[in-house]
């Protein structure tokens, strides 16, 4: 947490380091101007908009226009669009050139008057000589701070790099990293529905839960990002950190407070406790796929290798049974599973409770299931036993019913008007901005989950493990089923 007397009575600024881009464009500018409408940004927040591009003021503030009204466009009150592009300032700087810092403070104006948030939404190939630019310009000090984006490396080892460029100029408790996953409504449910009600916790164990699913499935194939991804592929694009911040957020022990090192001090237990997967266990525990020719997301695919021009050792799908070697989990591992050219766009996490241990209603009493999907819709329902209404002759019949907990259903339901689906972003930049990092990784988790994936991937080298061939518009390869199939009476909830 940022001390706020420090940012008190100073003017906020709020400079996008990458302005420009396709992140800032889709996300960061529908996700402020959203702030703006809605109170949360002081009257006199300026923005800086700083990217290589020449554009000049004027016409990048009618892109970001576009941009936002393209995303948000039915959200818009009159007025919102015209008072937010008056707050924003186009500055031109190039990361290569020495005069990055200074051009800047130039533009800030008296920075002993100023609390900063930068926001670098650029390669992080350039975070190195952006917090140089920053720190000999003397605009590193507190309360200024720092939000990043992933990837934060490719392993342990270009992690520790990033993140030893950043600390040189901006300390771990003004370095906010962000996986907008934490953002999202139905991720910040999941902390209140474990630690605000006392009917989940006493079941929150491997002697209730028989195992948990998390699969976030994407539509799309790799599209223009191929360079990228083929230097990342699934478990360091998606797991690492996606996935594995689910992990923590429905694994870790209750913390003593909601405060940012209480909660995150949990989250790195849970990741320093995930079993390693070895050699020895490498081929059980993971499968690896990679899409060929199929139809996916309404369009034929070539396959990726064929997209690609070349072969490649690169995955789209990865899936992985994940153990936690504690007490509370022992016994109950978690499946997760990331790719895509899938079949369907869905994020979904499923606790799946044992069985009853003596059924007075033969096989017709399923066990209990908590679905939380993420995507496309946020909703949490309950899957519990009831009778089947009316009378037969045969006696009582069983039927499972899906409670909701679904608030924005509540709201439908209530015929008022439901909150709006919020951009996972509007929260974490006004945490952000408030000086709250609780909900952004801290650089011990990052490297705790750096280190678990490192020897998986390690493992596949060794084994030589490759990615097994998946017709695109199919939820993976063989290997991904018998992953979960494998284990008695267990099916991935497709
Ligand atoms: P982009 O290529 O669309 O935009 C990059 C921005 O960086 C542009 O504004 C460009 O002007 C600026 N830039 C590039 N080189 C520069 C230089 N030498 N000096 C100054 N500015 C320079 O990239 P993006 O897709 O917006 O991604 C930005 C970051 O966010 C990357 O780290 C990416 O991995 C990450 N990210 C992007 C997405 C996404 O959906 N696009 C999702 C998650 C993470």
Same mark, same amino acid.
């Given at each position: 947490?940022?001390?706020?007397?420090?940012?008190?009575?100073?003017?906020?600024?709020?400079?996008?380091?990458?302005?420009?881009?396709?992140?800032?464009m889709?996300?960061?500018?529908?996700?402020?101007?959203?702030?703006?409408?809605d109170?949360f940004?002081?009257?006199?927040?300026?923005?800086?908009?700083?990217?290589r591009?020449?554009?000049?003021?004027?016409?990048?503030?009618?892109?970001?226009?576009?941009?936002?009204?393209?995303?948000?466009?039915?959200?818009?009150?009159?007025?919102?669009?015209a008072?937010?592009?008056?707050?924003?300032?186009?500055?031109?700087?190039?990361?290569a050139?020495d005069?990055?810092?200074?051009k800047?403070?130039?533009?800030?104006?008296?920075?002993e008057h100023?609390d900063v948030?930068?926001?670098?939404?650029?390669?992080?190939?350039?975070?190195?000589?952006?917090?140089e630019?920053?720190?000999?310009?003397?605009?590193?000090k507190?309360?200024?701070?720092?939000?990043?984006?992933?990837?934060?490396?490719?392993?342990l080892?270009?992690?520790?790099?990033?993140?030893?460029?950043?600390?040189?100029?901006?300390?771990?408790?003004?370095?906010?990293?962000?996986?907008?996953?934490?953002?999202?409504?139905?991720?910040?449910?999941?902390?209140?529905?474990?630690?605000g009600?006392?009917?989940?916790?006493p079941l929150?164990?491997?002697?209730?839960?028989?195992?948990?699913?998390?699969?976030i499935?994407?539509?799309?194939?790799?599209?223009?990002?191929?360079?990228?991804?083929?230097?990342?592929?699934?478990?360091?694009?998606?797991?690492?950190n996606?996935?594995?911040?689910?992990?923590?957020?429905?694994?870790?022990?209750?913390?003593?407070?909601?405060?940012?090192?209480a909660?995150?001090?949990?989250?790195v237990?849970?990741?320093?406790?995930?079993?390693?997967i070895?050699?020895?266990?490498?081929?059980?525990?993971?499968?690896?796929?990679?899409?060929?020719?199929?139809?996916?997301?309404?369009?034929?695919?070539?396959?990726?290798?064929?997209?690609?021009?070349?072969?490649? @050792?690169?995955?789209? /799908? #990865?899936?992985?049974?994940?153990e936690? *070697?504690? &007490?509370? %989990?022992a016994?109950?591992?978690?499946y997760l599973?990331?790719?895509?050219?899938?079949?369907?766009?869905?994020?979904?996490?499923?606790?799946?409770?044992?069985?009853?241990?003596?059924?007075?209603?033969?096989?017709?009493?399923?066990?209990?299931?908590?679905?939380?999907?993420l995507?496309p819709?946020?909703?949490i329902?309950?899957?519990?036993?009831?009778?089947a209404?009316?009378?037969?002759?045969?006696?009582?019949?069983?039927?499972?019913?899906?409670?909701?907990?679904?608030?924005?259903?509540?709201?439908?339901?209530?015929?008022?008007?439901?909150?709006?689906?919020?951009?996972?972003?509007?929260?974490?930049?006004?945490?952000?901005?408030?000086? @709250?990092?609780?909900? /952004? #990784?801290?650089?011990?988790?990052?490297e *705790?989950? &750096?280190? %678990?994936?490192?020897?998986?991937?390690?493992?596949?080298?060794?084994?030589?493990?490759?990615p097994?061939?998946?017709?695109?518009?199919?939820?993976?390869?063989?290997?991904?089923?018998?992953l979960?199939?494998?284990?008695?009476?267990r099916?991935?909830?497709?």
């Open positions: 947490m940022v001390s706020s007397s420090a940012a008190g009575s100073r003017q906020q600024v709020f400079v996008l380091v990458g302005g420009t881009g396709d992140l800032a889709r996300m960061l500018w529908p996700s402020l101007a959203m702030l703006d409408q109170g940004l002081a009257d006199n927040l300026r923005i800086i908009s700083v990217a591009e020449d554009c000049g003021t004027e016409v990048c503030v009618d892109r970001i226009g576009n941009a936002v009204t393209k995303r948000v466009g039915e959200s818009l009150e009159p007025g919102t669009l008072r937010f592009r008056k707050r924003i300032v186009h500055v031109a700087l190039d990361a050139k005069d990055w810092g200074a800047l403070k130039a533009e800030l104006g008296d920075i100023l948030v930068f926001f670098l939404s650029v390669s992080p190939s350039l975070f190195k000589p952006i917090c630019h920053i720190e000999r310009a003397g605009l590193n507190a309360p200024n701070r720092v939000i990043i984006e992933k990837p934060i490396g490719r392993d080892a270009s992690s520790k790099v990033i993140n030893d460029s950043v600390a040189h100029a901006f300390d771990e408790s003004r370095t906010f990293r962000i996986d907008h996953y934490l953002g999202k409504e139905t991720v910040q449910n999941l902390i209140a529905l474990r630690f009600n006392v009917v989940f916790e929150w164990n491997s002697q209730t839960i028989d195992h948990v699913q998390i699969t499935a994407e539509t799309v194939g790799v599209g223009e990002r191929l360079g990228y991804y083929d230097e990342y592929g699934a478990i360091r694009d998606m797991l690492q996606h996935l594995l911040q689910l992990v923590c957020l429905l694994a870790m022990e209750p913390p003593s407070a909601l405060s940012s090192d909660l995150r001090d949990e989250k237990k849970v990741l320093r406790s995930l079993k390693a070895t050699v020895d266990n490498v081929k059980d525990h993971t499968a690896r796929g990679q899409y060929g020719p199929g139809f996916a997301d309404g369009h034929p695919v070539a396959g990726y290798e064929v997209e690609k021009g070349s072969p490649s @050792n690169t995955e789209t /799908f #990865v899936a992985i049974k994940a936690i *070697a504690n &007490w509370r %989990w016994g109950t591992p978690f599973r990331t790719g895509k050219c899938l079949p369907s766009r869905s994020t979904e996490i499923v606790i799946q409770f044992k069985p009853l241990p003596h059924s007075i209603f033969g096989t017709e009493a399923k066990a209990n299931r908590l679905h939380i999907r995507q819709d946020e909703d329902s309950l899957t519990v036993m009831n009778k209404p009316g009378l037969t002759a045969e006696g009582t019949h069983l039927q499972s019913l899906d409670l909701s907990l679904s608030l924005i259903k509540a709201f439908e339901g209530n015929g008022e008007k439901a909150p709006r689906r919020r951009i996972a972003y509007e929260r974490l930049i006004l945490d952000a901005l408030q000086g @709250n990092n609780a909900q /952004f #990784v801290r650089r011990d988790e990052v *705790a989950a &750096w280190m %678990w994936v490192d020897g998986i991937i390690d493992s596949w080298t060794k084994t030589s493990m490759k097994q061939q998946y017709p695109a518009g199919t939820f993976g390869p063989v290997s991904g089923y018998r979960i199939e494998r284990d008695e009476g099916t991935w909830n497709d």
